[in-house]
């Protein structure tokens, strides 16, 4: 895609991911930053929002399947995600199966 305007980035509490972050951050954009410290990803939201975008957060730690798959599900209920950024430096060992814009993601699969 070549503009998207819903992204999702893990990670995004500091290093690629917050540096990602701030590049797509423009009005327009909305922005799903994951990471595990809510304080850094406050930081690079007040730097993102300045910039135009939107941001939603969410403090968690991928490995967690479970609350990957829930946090993952909720965005997707409210708007569809057009591009995922799986920054995290660690996998949590899951799939993300392919979904279309009229569906929500189906499930996540533990490999």
């Given at each position: 895609?070549?503009?998207?305007?819903?992204?999702?980035?893990?990670?995004?509490?500091?290093?690629i991911?917050?540096?990602l972050?701030a590049?797509?951050?423009e009005?327009?954009?909305?922005?799903?930053?994951?990471?595990?410290d809510?304080?850094?990803l406050?930081?690079?939201?007040?730097?993102?929002?300045a910039?135009?975008?939107?941001?939603?957060l969410?403090a968690?730690?991928?490995t967690?399947?479970?609350a990957?798959?829930?946090?993952?599900l909720?965005?997707?209920d409210?708007e569809?995600?057009?591009?995922?950024?799986?920054n995290?430096?660690?996998s949590?060992g899951g799939?993300?199966?392919?979904?279309?814009?009229?569906?929500r993601?189906?499930?996540?699969?533990?490999?």
């Amino acid at each position: 895609m070549k503009n998207p305007n819903v992204i999702l980035i893990t990670g995004a509490s500091s290093g690629i991911g917050a540096a990602l972050a701030a590049t797509y951050a423009e009005r327009g954009v909305k922005l799903l930053l994951m990471g595990r410290d809510m304080t850094r990803l406050m930081d690079i939201e007040k730097i993102c929002r300045a910039q135009g975008a939107a941001v939603k957060l969410a403090a968690m730690d991928v490995t967690d399947t479970a609350a990957m798959r829930n946090q993952l599900l909720a965005w997707f209920d409210q708007e569809p995600i057009d591009l995922v950024i799986a920054n995290a430096g660690i996998s949590g060992g899951g799939l993300i199966r392919n979904a279309d814009h009229q569906s929500r993601f189906e499930e996540v699969v533990t490999t």
